[in-house]
């Protein structure tokens, strides 16, 4: 082992920070332009990046923004795949002082025309100055944005002139205090939020999550995480990049297809720390065949961090069994909570201790909203809470309750967070901004409690089904559904079910149905699944079509979520399908 | 029964949790929002064990295996 001196990564708390993410470009090209940046694996093999190259390729981006009247400050938004296309054209924007912006790309699943209204109006909303897509999708593009007033050119990959020189730009410098880019708060109907960071707060995040994790300069960050979401931007992609440590990277279709390759490229390049949401727990453990566990090797790794979307104890207890014949430490597995609006992290467990998990009696919990430690002889039953660990340096956390007032330890309220990561604003969306905001502190929504000064993470306060890592909101799929011809309109309600097996939530919705003969049932089905993944990428798994008056409604006449779903749950549960 | 049945018959109870769905032969899985990516794996884990047949994660996209028909034969070319 390398005495910790040498070792320290350049972003670090106890050290002045770069005023901005382009001058520490300028850093990294003058220390270590040799150093490799990107190992790019893909089903066709792999590539091997150094730094110098990483940002040449990005200055050819930024030349070809310029040409097209691109300045410092203009939205640029990237609808490319997850490719080598797509690093090098958010550097290119971040070289000009230009705002880059990653939007989910087109899959196979998603209806193109609802794809490209959601691109239209975030163009509109937005103002964005550019796209940058390729030469295939020019056309279909073109032909949406024609009505877009202001909009300047769509710029197509095979554009870019090779050659390009980092150093042309690097005398470029913004100001600490603006957008480096937008990340987008992720949702099931387009983007909705533009997230605002400041090149400041990115920094500082850098820094203090840094910290938290321990991080040095011969860790090995390998991820498979999309780019358009927090968790693959920040730590699977600005962060490797920025603090100069190797990032091993592959696409999330990629890894979907085939889990295990993500286990042999932290074998071959010694990997450390791999970030990844709950469900992939469950994937990796239960769904590898034995015939790609042979010889595998991962006793190279530091931490595994949960992050994105609740955290189970039990699928951190099957993947932990699964590993530890292939050499996973014991105390590998961790927690991170963690949201774009705070560029990333919040906080981060098990770095300096073992991994808590707090049993606590489920009456208290579910009847007074609070937390009380189990004894022993709880005769309602215990529930394991996942700590999400302490906060970050520099970062605040409280729960508090209705009335923004904070709560002693053990209740469980709202959190609400202060840090100097936090954003600037939504874009082009004060009114939100100033909602979210309440004297300096930022509320979450999620719900919660503190315990010896760790974060547990108990729900959500507005309902929101999280599918994979995927925010997913109800009222989206019940107003898909209801639309299809013959659903009595107003008349669905959808909810997340938790899978155990798959260790993440399945989309359920209801709807009530005028006929009930067997091909109008079939027509539904088909259609509501169809319309659901063309909408949302997401599957919905139970599609329960009732008959006139089954759904529940309240007093004042809404459709009752919960209600619904406990009657939902019970008759499922009788007939053998959960 | 016949493969397809069996298929059919696991696709929708497990799957889609609804053995009353009328699933098609051609009808599309992945791009129907039938099947996700995930539950690919335990259709693939299903025709291992069911009929001994092996089908590479690579194998399973839309181009492939997107219909009860589609798998059907492959499983039967390589039975």
């Known amino acids: ?578 | 029964m016949d493969i397809r049945q069996e298929l059919k018959t696991f696709i929708t109870k497990e799957i889609m949790r609804n053995p009353k769905y009328p699933l098609k032969d051609v009808e599309p899985l992945i791009s129907g929002g039938l099947i996700d990516s995930f539950s690919l794996v335990e259709v693939q884990l299903f025709i291992e064990k069911k009929f001994g047949v092996w089908i590479d994660d690579m194998e399973m996209t839309v181009a492939t295996c997107n219909t009860v028909d589609d798998i059907a034969k492959l499983i039967e070319a390589r039975q």
């Open chain 1, 1 to 578: 082992m390398t005495a910790p001196s040498t070792t320290h990564v350049p972003i670090r708390l106890d050290h002045p920070l770069p005023e901005t993410l382009n001058a520490q470009i300028r850093y990294l090209l003058e220390t270590q332009p040799d150093a490799t940046a990107l190992y790019f694996i893909t089903p066709d093999g792999e590539q091997v990046i150094s730094t110098r190259a990483f940002f040449e390729h990005a200055a050819e981006v930024a030349h070809a923004l310029r040409q097209n009247g691109i300045q410092a400050g203009d939205l640029v938004v990237l609808v490319l795949e997850h490719s080598l296309d797509v690093l090098y054209s958010f550097w290119g924007a971040i070289l000009l002082g230009a705002v880059p912006s990653i939007f989910p790309f087109l899959t196979e699943k998603l209806d193109p025309d609802r794809y490209f209204e959601s691109l239209h109006a975030l163009v509109e909303r937005s103002g964005v100055r550019l796209i940058i897509t390729y030469p295939a999708l020019y056309h279909p593009l073109n032909s949406v944005l024609v009505d877009v007033e202001g909009m300047l050119p769509i710029l197509v990959t095979d554009a870019l002139t090779p050659g390009g020189d980092p150093d042309e730009f690097l005398t470029y410098t913004p100001t600490a205090e603006s957008t480096a880019f937008l990340q987008h708060s992720s949702g099931s109907t387009g983007l909705q939020k533009g997230v605002m960071l400041s090149h400041r707060a990115v920094l500082n995040q850098l820094a203090g999550y840094s910290a938290a994790i321990r991080l040095q300069a011969d860790d090995v960050i390998c991820s498979w995480l999309p780019l358009y979401h927090d968790m693959g931007l920040i730590a699977g992609f600005i962060m490797p990049l920025m603090q100069g440590i190797p990032l091993v990277l592959m696409s999330p279709f990629y890894w979907v297809r085939a889990p295990h390759i993500l286990l042999h490229a932290i074998q071959k390049y010694r990997g450390t720390l791999c970030w990844l949401p709950n469900f992939a727990y469950n994937l990796l453990a239960t769904r590898v065949r034995d015939v790609h566990l042979e010889n595998l090797d991962l006793s190279s790794m530091r931490a595994f961090i949960n992050c994105s979307e609740p955290v189970r104890a039990d699928s951190h207890q099957i993947f932990q069994e699964k590993y530890a014949a292939y050499g996973l430490a014991v105390d590998a597995l961790t927690v991170s909570y963690a949201m774009a609006e705070n560029t990333f992290a919040v906080t981060q467990s098990g770095m300096d201790g073992p991994q808590k998990y707090d049993r606590i009696q489920r009456r208290p919990f579910q009847e007074q909203n609070r937390a009380v430690p189990a004894n022993g002889s709880d005769a309602d039953g215990v529930l394991v809470m996942v700590s999400c660990g302490k906060p970050i340096p520099n970062c605040e956390v409280r729960v508090v309750d209705g009335d923004k007032k904070p709560l002693p330890e053990r209740h469980i309220g709202e959190i609400a967070l202060r840090s100097d990561s936090m954003l600037t604003g939504y874009y082009h969306q004060a009114e939100i901004s100033a909602q979210a905001l309440h004297e300096g502190w930022y509320l979450t929504g999620d719900l919660g409690y503190m315990a010896e000064g760790e974060v547990y993470v108990t729900g959500r306060k507005k309902d929101l089904i999280i599918v994979g890592g995927k925010n997913i909101y109800p009222q989206d799929i019940e107003a898909i559904v209801s639309q299809i011809d013959g659903v009595k309109d107003g008349r669905t309600v959808a909810f997340g079910v938790f899978n155990d097996k798959l260790g993440t939530e399945d989309i359920a919705v209801i709807a009530e149905i005028t006929q009930d003969d067997e091909e109008t049932q079939g027509r539904i089905q088909r259609e509501a699944r169809q319309r659901i993944v063309q909408a949302t990428d997401v599957n919905a798994r139970f599609v329960h079509l009732v008959g006139p008056k089954w759904l529940i409604k309240t007093s004042s006449g809404k459709i009752a979520r919960n209600a619904n779903r406990e009657k939902f749950l019970q008759e499922m549960a009788a007939e053998g399908l959960l």
